[in-house]
Nanobody, 114 residues
Framework: QVQLVESGGALVQPGGSLRLSCAAS????????MGWFRQAPGKQRELVAS???????NIADSVKGRFTISRDSTKNSIFLQMNSLKPEDTAVYYC????????WGQGTQVTVSS
């Protein structure tokens, strides 16, 4: 079964950190560059980070230097380490292949607010 399950979102103060996790089915994880996306209220979903099967990463300019993406092949999982969070990082975060090819999961809410 093709599946994506995100977790780790929370309410955090500006400047804080969070680590998001995404568990993917083998069908997705083993054959795709994976990505983290986010969608803020009233805005389109955007790709913020991606990682290839070989571990090469690409980070969007808006989060470069603050967000890091990684993958664990033993767990069919990818992670997003988010540091120095800002209110504008508030969004629902999703994982998928970097092309957004598969059915979207429920996402995980990240709220950055004091």
């Amino acid at each position: 079964q093709v599946q994506l399950v995100e977790s780790g979102g929370a309410l955090v103060q500006p400047g804080g950190s969070l680590r998001l996790s995404c568990a993917a089915s083998t069908t997705i994880f083993s054959f795709n560059t994976m990505g983290w996306f986010r969608q803020a209220p009233g805005k389109q979903r955007e790709l913020v980070a991606s990682i290839t099967l070989r571990g090469i990463t690409n980070i969007a300019d808006s989060v470069k230097g603050r967000f890091t993406i990684s993958r664990d092949s033993t767990k069919n999982s990818i992670f997003l380490q988010m540091n120095s969070l800002k209110p504008e990082d508030t969004a629902v975060y999703y994982c998928n292949s970097a092309s957004g090819r598969y059915k979207w999961g429920q996402g995980t809410q990240v709220t950055v607010s004091s």
